[in-house]
């Protein structure tokens, strides 16, 4: 629920903007109805997805099979990735709980599909047979033609077409009188109407280029090493590669190229990785065109971009939370995991609740719960139980003599052969 109204409302406020700033131009430009509709429609579906989480909560009308065509165009229109919902068979009336169930897994498949895999096209099947309903969500990976080998940028990148249709329907930049080189920019995030609302406030800041639009970090390193551009704008969660590892390959293979993070939440502690990572600051995705062109300008003259209710956390972070000189380094964490997700993984190993670690860490508790659906997701685990195992097995508990600082785990034991719990 957090995710989708999050990104439905970030995705209305960047197109709201992009309204005022058309308005403010030119009240007659033909693009401005286009960006109101769209608005509205993003508008629209947040307050439904909202409807339906508060009808859960009072006992109304559970969702069932009957919304799964909704879900799939919902899904559709937010990834901009082709799906298809089918039936077959006759279909019967299902028990309240089980034509939930039908319809969470649905979601949640259509949701890991979004973090995790990049589709050409994605089918939801429902089928009533004799014996019980089965469904069936497939995601179809990209064409098998040969990849596309970028010598400057050093890597494999698959051609992704789709992706260069958000930049192509956006406005263009409008070079401001007098301004000879505009800020070129490259927008990195996994939700094609935040590419979209992005690229259409830039393209109406007088000295801006959109250089071009990535979905995950892989595709965004790959650009940035073909396109140069002066900075990157990266979401910190995409599928693949997130922001954080996007940046720390990006200062290693493009060092002249700049990162602002791009976040929903404005206490995400995860900037914090960011910025170790070599990111110049960050920016919440509702930040007017104003503010974005002010940050542009900021990090370019080699300044920081930082929230100042966020600087508190910064300084705690460099503080206390990495290794003092004479220090053990703390070994690689397994599974991808970021440093801030390794530490909510610890505290849930310490028997923690939700609202407990959040209180631990001074973030929310939808930032906590963001956090665990992505480290469950990354050490393949379905539940807590499961992850306090992980957390015994690769050493990701806190230790015993040490005051609970971020970053601060039992180190991994080398062989170590069994799980070692505590009694």
């Known amino acids: 629920m957090h995710d989708v109204l999050a990104h439905s409302l970030s995705g209305l406020m960047l197109q709201l903007e992009g309204a005022r700033m058309l308005a403010a131009e030119n009240p007659s ?31 109304d009308e559970l969702p069932g099979p009957e919304r799964l065509a909704g879900l799939a165009a919902q899904f559709q229109e937010f990834s901009g990735v082709p799906c298809k919902f089918t039936v077959s068979g006759q279909a019967y009336e299902l028990p309240s709980e089980a034509g939930l169930a039908v319809y969470r897994v649905a979601q949640e498949a259509l949701t890991n599909i979004t973090k995790h895999a990049c589709p050409e096209r994605v089918e939801v099947h429902l089928g009533y047979e004799p014996c019980g309903t089965r469904l069936t969500v497939e995601n179809f990976a990209m064409s098998t033609e040969p990849p596309h080998v970028d010598a400057r940028a050093g890597r494999t990148a698959r051609r992704r077409p789709h992706h260069g249709d ?49 979905s995950d970090g892989d595709e965004a390193v790959a650009m ?34 700049k990162v602002v993070m791009l976040t929903t939440y404005a206490d995400d502690m995860s900037v914090i ?25 900021q990090v370019l003259d080699h300044h920081a971009v930082i929230d100042p209710a966020f600087q508190r956390h910064v300084v705690d972070a460099i503080a206390t939370g990495s290794p003092g000189h004479g220090q053990r380094p703390i070994a690689p964490l397994p599974a991808g995991l970021t440093p801030r997700e390794a530490e909510v993984l610890s505290l849930i190993a310490t028997g923690m609740s939700n609202s407990e670690i959040a209180e631990q860490l001074a973030v929310s508790e939808g930032t906590v719960k963001s956090h665990i659906n992505h480290l469950l997701a990354k050490i393949g685990a379905r539940d807590r139980a499961q992850a306090v195992t992980f957390a015994y097995q690769h050493g990701l508990t806190p230790l015993r003599d040490s005051p609970k600082v971020p970053g601060w785990f039992r180190q991994p034991e080398q062989n170590r052969g069994t799980v070692r719990r505590s009694v």
């Open 29 to 59: 430009d033909p693009r401005l109805p286009a960006v109101i509709e769209r608005a509205h429609h993003l508008g629209k579906s947040g307050l439904e997805e909202a409807r339906r989480a508060i009808g859960m909560l009072r006992d």
């Open 166 to 214: 958000d930049t192509r329907r956006l406005p263009c930049g409008v070079a401001g009188t007098g301004v000879s080189q505009p800020i070129r920019v490259l927008i990195a995030d996994d939700q094609r109407v935040v590419r979209e609302g992005l690229a259409l406030v830039l393209g109406l800041l007088p000295d801006v280029e959109v250089a071009g639009s990535a």
């Open 224 to 257: 940035a090493a073909d396109l140069l551009p002066d900075i990157v704008l990266m979401d910190l969660r995409m599928p693949r590669c997130d922001g954080v590892e996007a940046t720390r390959q990006l200062r290693e293979r493009v060092p002249e190229t």
């Open 273 to 297: 990785d960011a910025l170790r990572a070599g990111a110049r600051g960050y920016l919440t995705k509702d930040a007017g065109g104003a503010e974005i062109r002010h940050a542009l300008r």
